[in-house]
């Protein structure tokens, strides 16, 4: 026998913490949780697309929290995001190592980021793969590290395929 319970939905998405300057745009980004059948997976998909956000918009260590509050209301749950995002990093200095035959001027040239650019680590995966899909590494290896103060020092490493030629 099965009983169905109440039906829970999402009514509002509610952000607490500290001030975000760019609040209005990410409540936007989670506005699609909201009026619709609420699944307890859902907390964890919101923290990821709000996650997703603030590195984006150049916070490395951002924090989010995201938890089911009840309403007055039977059946209606609110999430509650909680930011800590930290400071807005940059990107600081980019080193290349493994290119044998590949100037690192058309290294970096088609990776496409530059020293000074705000950080965003949807940019960066782009950049990886960019150089990947190039066919002239067999890997492409980025990694982002704190440099001190509000830079990330970009170091990236790659193997070398063996050149072909078409005819």
Not at 33 to 62: I, T
Not at 119 to 144: H, M
Not at 151 to 156: G, R, T
Request: with cysteine; net charge neutral.
């Amino acid at each position: 026998v099965i009983e169905e319970g109440i039906l829970y939905r999402v009514g509002r998405i509610r952000q607490k913490g500290p001030g975000f300057e760019e609040s209005k745009e990410l409540l936007r980004t989670l506005a699609a949780f909201e009026n619709r059948p609420f699944v307890p997976s859902d907390e964890l998909l919101c923290q990821s697309r709000a996650l997703d956000f603030l590195r984006a918009h150049g916070f490395f260590f951002a924090a989010v929290v995201v938890e089911t509050v009840r309403t007055d209301v039977p059946g209606i749950v609110d999430l509650v995001v909680t930011l800590s995002p930290g400071r807005r990093m940059r990107i600081g200095n980019l080193a290349t190592s493994g290119a044998q035959r590949t100037a690192e001027c058309s290294l970096l040239g088609r990776f496409g980021i530059r020293r000074g650019a705000v950080y965003n680590a949807a940019a960066l995966d782009a950049a990886e793969r960019r150089l990947w899909f190039t066919g002239a590494f067999s890997s492409v290896d980025v990694k982002v590290q704190p440099a001190g103060g509000d830079k990330l020092d970009v170091d990236i490493h790659v193997e070398e395929r063996d050149s072909k030629s078409f005819a």
